[in-house]
């Protein structure tokens, strides 16, 4: 029903644009950066694990498309380290038009079996506290939470 297909060359801006945004306000929210701190932040983060844009060894950015009609429905960035055997999920999205009709759960279901069939043992991520919808996707997914990121602003 889905397919994970490389994002291309074109569609890296579509992308950043995204992230940028998106990430920069889960900093502000969880973390009490400023606009400016949390965009800088965020398009470095993205700048170090695509530093050439999409042609990188070690980080995999993928658009979820429809099998039907190969519409677009979102991203999903994810990195393997085979010494490891583990993937580690960075960022995924779906459009909020397709959000719970299943095409997340589609998609970790198919990022698994494609890293599985690769030797990998465990895929792990992070999820943002007040994002509750990714949260129960995720332990829908049968992910386990493995600890919890805390701060304190001083004042």
């Known amino acids: 029903m889905i397919n994970l297909k490389p994002i291309l060359a074109s569609q890296f801006p579509d992308y950043r644009s995204y992230f940028v945004s998106d990430y920069s306000q889960e900093l502000i929210q969880n973390y009490a950066y400023s606009a400016t701190t949390a965009t ?16 990188t060894n ?3 950015l993928m658009c979820i498309t429809h099998a039907q009609d190969d519409s677009w429905l979102g991203y999903l960035w994810y990195s393997t380290n085979t010494d490891t055997s583990v993937t580690f999920i960075y960022d995924l999205y ?7 009709l299943g095409y997340g759960s589609l998609s970790l279901a198919q990022l698994e ?3 599985k069939q690769q030797g990998i043992s465990e895929v792990k991520l992070r999820v943002a506290y007040s994002n509750h919808q990714a949260l ?3 332990k829908r ?14 004042k």
């Open 113 to 115: 079996h494609q890293v």
């Open 40 to 55: 800088e932040i965020a398009a470095t983060d993205l700048e170090q694990s695509f530093p050439n844009g999409i042609s």
């Open 141 to 154: 997914m049968g992910f386990n939470i493995t600890g919890y990121n805390m701060s304190k602003k001083l």
């Open 58 to 60: 070690q980080h995999q």
């Open 136 to 138: 129960e996707l995720y």
């Open 94 to 100: 779906v459009a909020p038009e397709f959000r719970s």
